[in-house]
């Protein structure tokens, strides 16, 4: 019995997060590696924005101006970048050492 009700409980939910996915509701959380690549790196290192790589950061202010913005800097809203997503990219930012290919003020 336990057996039937685990396949019934994995069906539903495999069908629930593939109509999720349909919707485009469904995003697996990126990592840190990924989001700053795809996203911050577009400015970051490319001397449009400041480096932010190897500074040792603090991650509350790294949350704040991602969230709001700050001058040239855009703000991102969490339909963007998960709050998961930011959480992982705020401590990883913060603790990257000193990048060697990036070019910035
Ligand atoms: C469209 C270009 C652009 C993108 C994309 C961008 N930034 Fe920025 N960012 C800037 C600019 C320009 C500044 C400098 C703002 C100022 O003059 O105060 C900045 C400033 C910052 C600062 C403050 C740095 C300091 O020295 O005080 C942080 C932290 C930061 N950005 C994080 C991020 C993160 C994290 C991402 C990715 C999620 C990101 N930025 C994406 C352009 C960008």
């Known amino acids: 019995m336990k057996v039937i009700i685990g396949i ?3 069906l539903g939910l495999a069908s629930a997060a593939y109509a999720a996915q349909k919707l485009g509701e469904y995003q697996p ?3 840190p590696e990924v989001v700053y690549a795809k996203v911050c790196g577009y400015c970051h290192g490319k001397n449009v924005g400041p480096i932010i790589l190897g500074r040792t950061l603090d ?3 790294i949350k704040s101006v991602t969230r709001h913005g700050r001058n040239g800097m855009p703000a991102f809203r969490p339909t963007e970048i998960t709050n998961g997503e930011l959480d992982a990219l705020a401590v990883w930012i913060s603790k990257s050492p000193t990048p060697t290919k990036e070019h910035g003020k």
């Open 59 to 61: 991650t509350d202010m």
């Open 8 to 10: 019934v409980a994995g």
């Open 29 to 31: 959380e990126r990592t």
